[in-house]
């Protein structure tokens, strides 16, 4: 599937949610015939579940910003990216955010990056977080 398309969609979908008009959505893609080769659908319910992560994260920020990036890694994989510039997740919750129904948020109910982490194990990929708080999230698939 083309990461592309997988991004068009994702957007066209949060896009379609109120809420979301003050916080600035960006893709890129490079190459720009970048594919991956996965369930679609699966893979654009991770995508819209990180870019809902990172919607929540940046719900109070008057310069909320989300780019999600696809592109070849130093490996030669396939390497998505969706990132934001919300407050982060305290170091303290790093080694927690992937158990099911932990979750750092009143509204959140926990399963959400465990069950993203799964497809991305079956799929043979992975998916990583890293985050630098008050800076920068970061959301890593790996294919």
Do not use: C, W, Y
């Not at 654009?44 to 992560?53: E, F, G, Y």
């Not at 780019?67 to 969706?82: L, S, W």
């Amino acid at each position: 599937m083309k990461v592309e398309q997988l991004f068009d969609n994702t957007i066209t979908l949060i896009n379609m949610e109120d809420g979301n008009e003050k916080i600035a959505i960006s893709r890129e893609v490079n190459p720009p015939d970048l594919e991956v080769v996965a369930d679609g659908k699966q893979i654009s319910q991770v995508l819209i579940n990180l870019v809902k992560n990172s919607l929540e994260a940046l719900k109070d920020s008057e310069e909320g910003h989300i780019k999600i990036e696809g592109r070849i890694n130093k490996a030669g994989r396939v390497q998505i990216t969706v990132s934001d510039n919300g407050p982060g997740i305290p170091e303290e919750l790093m080694d927690k955010i992937f158990i099911p129904f932990f979750t750092g948020r009143e509204s959140g109910s926990g399963i959400g990056l465990s069950f993203s982490r799964q497809i991305m194990l079956l799929h043979g990929g992975s998916l990583k977080m890293f985050s630098e708080p008050g800076k920068l999230t970061q959301a890593i698939l790996e294919f």
